[in-house]
């Protein structure tokens, strides 16, 4: 290029100076950040000197610090095709490309650049950085660490070596690296939020908690670290000031889809339904595709008593075009035998095949099937693994863990394993792999034990419920087709239970009410109808025991819903979650549970039964009336309220009958092994005639066709 040509000055009282002079000038101006002066020189500049690739890469800075990324990279482009042996204008590409997401972009620029010039610590530390995003993490440490070496005292170099760790599950060396970041910059405000993070995941939730604190003091208008602020708080049972650090992060960010889910779900914990809704449906219109914040919509709506069954089936018509529907044309056909007595292949897919209320009722599928005619393939989601986990493995006649398997190879995976008949275990609840469903793996599909609602899903073949759960009236609104069951749930029958003690108002003098379920089940509805209750009752206590009940400001927080309706402190016993036996012996506590709605009970009532205790439900009110269901097999049907009035009238009348409730209590679990309910063995024998019925229907269809 020719640097000699000569033009007027910025000052045009100034003679003539050289390209080389005007660029100086713009220099200046741009570290003063007097952008558009900048701007205007290095225009002049490239008119009379076209090739002149340093105000042209000065050019594409100053978009960059406008945040005009689409001109910056034509200019850095422009800047690269004049001369292609310049390191920098290949990493200010990639810094450009970085901003709009095109991060395979970003990586080819700064290998360019690092091809040019091996010592540059800057081009590292970006490749590294986006690799952590990409996921290529034994790369990006590498990359970082290079940096590093080059560049000992690079502060944002030690903090991305942070992230990457902290991805790699490499908590202590990625809380080092963070605190390296800061030793060198103490005013980094991005590496004390980052160090807040990994502290959180190690379960320090203090000392994240001052790191956030210290990143927004820094930074107040920091909305990130508002938002983890509010991550950990809630970990720690702080709700109200979680709710608050999130309302802070959405007031500096309001289009922080993250802050907006996460104060969801902060909200459906604080029993806030109608708010919880607000802000799902905020996220999703942030971001149309994030799956799991309307997965949480539906489950918030199902647990909200103002709203209508009509109402959440929309929903879940709207989660299956969003989300399903597009995705189960593209499956190709199966190829399945058609053989209606051969053995059957049926996949379990889920996320709870551990301890857990869940496994209690579908396990026995697992444990005590009839290898002779079924086959039994697990797909479990669950990142942890225990003595449960042990025995299904043991059992089921396949294996796989899906915690880091996507969808679609997931989807993949069922269909080279030629499953006849696929079970979902979870529904719209927290894990699961309903997008593996849409894309219609299995000839058959079935919903199925681990939620009681159906999908609205066209893929998902049926739903399992009986005659109670989901009434004949109801099932037009559900997609799936109905398949009744003697039950809907019953209790694995290899659980050991505790010897049954004797009532306590015989020995207490009083009647203690249970209500075992999760704290998201209850509502005011419920409050004041259990005020009721107690206040109708002399001497009368409730016991509230749920593992929600973590610190003593959710008691707090339980307990002021009952003052509000007179209830003292007195009448109120509030325990959390203790190891499975001991939350057993817990039933020997109370003499009647009390079940909440709309959303009810299904494994607290089973335990419940078989403790000896009978429950008292409001099937009017319910959704899905699980526990109807369950009383009715059990012979209880005197227990299923028709509505708030009857539920209220029930819970006197029975707490005065201290006869009725001891002889209950010697004869429940007796009635309750007898039953389909507790005897695994016939129930499972029940299910699997079932699928053998269902996968008849479907090779009958299929040979037929092929005809």
């Given at each position: 290029m020719n640097e000699m040509n000569h033009f007027q000055s910025s000052n045009n009282n100034q003679p003539?100076?050289?390209?080389?002079?005007?660029?100086?000038?713009?220099?200046?101006?741009?570290?003063?950040?007097?952008?558009?002066?900048?701007?205007?020189?290095?225009?002049?500049?490239?008119?009379?000197?076209?090739?002149?690739?340093?105000?042209?890469?000065?050019?594409?800075?100053?978009?960059?610090?406008?945040?005009?990324?689409?001109?910056?990279?034509?200019?850095?482009?422009?800047?690269?095709?004049?001369?292609?042996?310049?390191?920098?204008?290949?990493?200010?590409?990639?810094?450009?490309?970085?901003?709009?997401?095109?991060?395979?972009?970003?990586?080819?620029?700064?290998?360019?650049?690092?091809?040019?010039?091996?010592?540059?610590?800057?081009?590292?530390?970006?490749?590294?950085?986006?690799?952590?995003?990409?996921?290529?993490?034994?790369?990006?440490?590498?990359?970082?660490?290079?940096?590093?070496?080059?560049?000992?005292?690079?502060?944002?170099a030690h903090c991305n070596l942070g992230n990457a760790l902290k991805e790699q599950g490499q908590l202590d060396a990625a809380i080092t690296s963070y605190q390296k970041a800061i030793e060198i910059k103490p005013e980094f405000a991005a590496a004390h939020s980052n160090l807040g993070i990994a502290l959180t995941k190690q379960g320090l939730l203090d000392a994240a908690i001052t790191s956030y604190q210290k990143a927004i003091e820094i930074k107040p208008g920091f909305a990130d670290a508002h938002c983890n602020l509010g991550n950990a708080l809630k970990e720690q049972g702080q709700l109200d000031a979680a709710i608050t650090s999130y309302q802070k992060a959405i007031e500096i960010k309001p289009e922080f889809a993250e802050a907006h889910y996460n104060l969801g779900n902060t909200l459906t914990e604080h029993g806030r339904l109608d708010a919880a809704i607000t802000s799902y449906q905020k996220t999703i219109e942030i971001k149309p595709d994030c799956v799991v914040a309307h997965n949480n919509l539906i489950f918030c709506i199902d647990l909200n008593s103002n709203i209508n069954t009509d109402l959440f089936q929309t929903e879940r018509e709207n989660w299956n075009k969003q989300h399903a529907e597009k995705l189960r044309f593209s499956c190709p056909d199966f190829h399945n035998n058609p053989n209606p007595k051969r053995k059957i292949k049926i996949g379990y897919v889920g996320a709870d095949f551990i301890r857990h209320s869940a496994s209690d009722i579908f396990s026995p599928m697992i444990l005590r099937h009839n290898p002779k005619q079924f086959e039994t393939y697990c797909y479990a989601g669950n990142t942890q693994e225990d003595d449960i986990t042990t025995q299904l493995k043991k059992k089921s006649t396949h294996w796989l863990s899906t915690s880091n398997i996507d969808d679609i190879a997931l989807s993949e995976k069922i269909r080279e394993d030629g499953i006849d008949i696929l079970i979902d275990l979870s529904g719209h609840t927290k894990g699961n792999r309903l997008l593996t469903f849409a894309r219609k793996p299995a000839p058959i599909q079935i919903m199925a034990w681990g939620y009681p609602h159906g999908t609205k899903m066209t893929a998902m073949d049926y739903l399992f419920a009986d005659p109670i759960s989901i009434p004949m009236s109801e099932r037009k609104k559900y997609s799936e087709k109905v398949v009744d069951l003697p039950c809907v749930i019953h209790l694995n029958s290899n659980i050991h239970f505790p010897e049954i003690e004797k009532l306590p108002a015989s020995q207490k003098g009083y009647i203690t009410f249970g209500a075992f379920n999760r704290i998201i089940k209850y509502n005011n509805t419920i409050y004041t109808l259990w005020s009721d209750i107690l206040h109708r009752i002399p001497n009368a206590k409730l016991l509230i025991k749920t593992a929600d009940l973590t610190s003593q400001k959710r008691i707090e927080e339980v307990q002021n819903y009952f003052k509000k309706h007179g209830i003292t402190q007195n009448q109120l016993i509030m325990m959390g979650s203790t190891p499975k036996q001991e939350h057993l012996k817990t039933y020997n506590k109370i003499d009647i549970m009390l079940d909440p709605f709309p959303h009810n009970g299904g494994t607290t009532t089973l335990e419940s039964l078989r403790m000896g205790v009978p429950v008292l439900t409001c099937e009017g009110k319910t959704r899905c009336p699980i526990s109807a269901s369950i009383l009715h097999v059990i012979g209880l049907d005197n227990w299923r309220a028709k509505n708030e009035e009857d539920y209220l009238h029930k819970a006197v009348e029975f707490a005065k009958d201290i006869v009725m409730l001891k002889n209950l209590r010697h004869q429940l679990r007796n009635r309750f092994d007898e039953s389909v309910l507790g005897n695994s063995e016939l129930y499972v024998k029940n299910v699997e005639d079932v699928y053998r019925q269902l996968w008849k229907k479907w090779c009958e269809g299929r040979n037929l066709h092929q005809k």
């Amino acid at each position: 290029m020719n640097e000699m040509n000569h033009f007027q000055s910025s000052n045009n009282n100034q003679p003539l100076i050289t390209v080389d002079e005007a660029y100086k000038q713009a220099i200046t101006h741009f570290e003063s950040k007097r952008y558009t002066e900048a701007d205007q020189i290095c225009t002049a500049i490239i008119q009379v000197a076209p090739k002149y690739t340093k105000a042209i890469n000065l050019l594409g800075v100053i978009a960059q610090k406008l945040n005009r990324h689409d001109i910056a990279i034509d200019l850095f482009h422009k800047a690269i095709n004049i001369d292609n042996s310049i390191a920098l204008f290949y990493y200010n590409l990639g810094t450009s490309l970085y901003p709009l997401g095109q991060r395979d972009g970003v990586v080819k620029a700064q290998q360019r650049a690092i091809e040019i010039q091996p010592n540059y610590s800057e081009a590292y530390n970006s490749l590294g950085n986006v690799q952590t995003e990409l996921g290529m993490l034994e790369e990006a440490i590498v990359n970082l660490q290079k940096s590093i070496s080059l560049q000992p005292e690079y502060a944002e170099a030690h903090c991305n070596l942070g992230n990457a760790l902290k991805e790699q599950g490499q908590l202590d060396a990625a809380i080092t690296s963070y605190q390296k970041a800061i030793e060198i910059k103490p005013e980094f405000a991005a590496a004390h939020s980052n160090l807040g993070i990994a502290l959180t995941k190690q379960g320090l939730l203090d000392a994240a908690i001052t790191s956030y604190q210290k990143a927004i003091e820094i930074k107040p208008g920091f909305a990130d670290a508002h938002c983890n602020l509010g991550n950990a708080l809630k970990e720690q049972g702080q709700l109200d000031a979680a709710i608050t650090s999130y309302q802070k992060a959405i007031e500096i960010k309001p289009e922080f889809a993250e802050a907006h889910y996460n104060l969801g779900n902060t909200l459906t914990e604080h029993g806030r339904l109608d708010a919880a809704i607000t802000s799902y449906q905020k996220t999703i219109e942030i971001k149309p595709d994030c799956v799991v914040a309307h997965n949480n919509l539906i489950f918030c709506i199902d647990l909200n008593s103002n709203i209508n069954t009509d109402l959440f089936q929309t929903e879940r018509e709207n989660w299956n075009k969003q989300h399903a529907e597009k995705l189960r044309f593209s499956c190709p056909d199966f190829h399945n035998n058609p053989n209606p007595k051969r053995k059957i292949k049926i996949g379990y897919v889920g996320a709870d095949f551990i301890r857990h209320s869940a496994s209690d009722i579908f396990s026995p599928m697992i444990l005590r099937h009839n290898p002779k005619q079924f086959e039994t393939y697990c797909y479990a989601g669950n990142t942890q693994e225990d003595d449960i986990t042990t025995q299904l493995k043991k059992k089921s006649t396949h294996w796989l863990s899906t915690s880091n398997i996507d969808d679609i190879a997931l989807s993949e995976k069922i269909r080279e394993d030629g499953i006849d008949i696929l079970i979902d275990l979870s529904g719209h609840t927290k894990g699961n792999r309903l997008l593996t469903f849409a894309r219609k793996p299995a000839p058959i599909q079935i919903m199925a034990w681990g939620y009681p609602h159906g999908t609205k899903m066209t893929a998902m073949d049926y739903l399992f419920a009986d005659p109670i759960s989901i009434p004949m009236s109801e099932r037009k609104k559900y997609s799936e087709k109905v398949v009744d069951l003697p039950c809907v749930i019953h209790l694995n029958s290899n659980i050991h239970f505790p010897e049954i003690e004797k009532l306590p108002a015989s020995q207490k003098g009083y009647i203690t009410f249970g209500a075992f379920n999760r704290i998201i089940k209850y509502n005011n509805t419920i409050y004041t109808l259990w005020s009721d209750i107690l206040h109708r009752i002399p001497n009368a206590k409730l016991l509230i025991k749920t593992a929600d009940l973590t610190s003593q400001k959710r008691i707090e927080e339980v307990q002021n819903y009952f003052k509000k309706h007179g209830i003292t402190q007195n009448q109120l016993i509030m325990m959390g979650s203790t190891p499975k036996q001991e939350h057993l012996k817990t039933y020997n506590k109370i003499d009647i549970m009390l079940d909440p709605f709309p959303h009810n009970g299904g494994t607290t009532t089973l335990e419940s039964l078989r403790m000896g205790v009978p429950v008292l439900t409001c099937e009017g009110k319910t959704r899905c009336p699980i526990s109807a269901s369950i009383l009715h097999v059990i012979g209880l049907d005197n227990w299923r309220a028709k509505n708030e009035e009857d539920y209220l009238h029930k819970a006197v009348e029975f707490a005065k009958d201290i006869v009725m409730l001891k002889n209950l209590r010697h004869q429940l679990r007796n009635r309750f092994d007898e039953s389909v309910l507790g005897n695994s063995e016939l129930y499972v024998k029940n299910v699997e005639d079932v699928y053998r019925q269902l996968w008849k229907k479907w090779c009958e269809g299929r040979n037929l066709h092929q005809k």
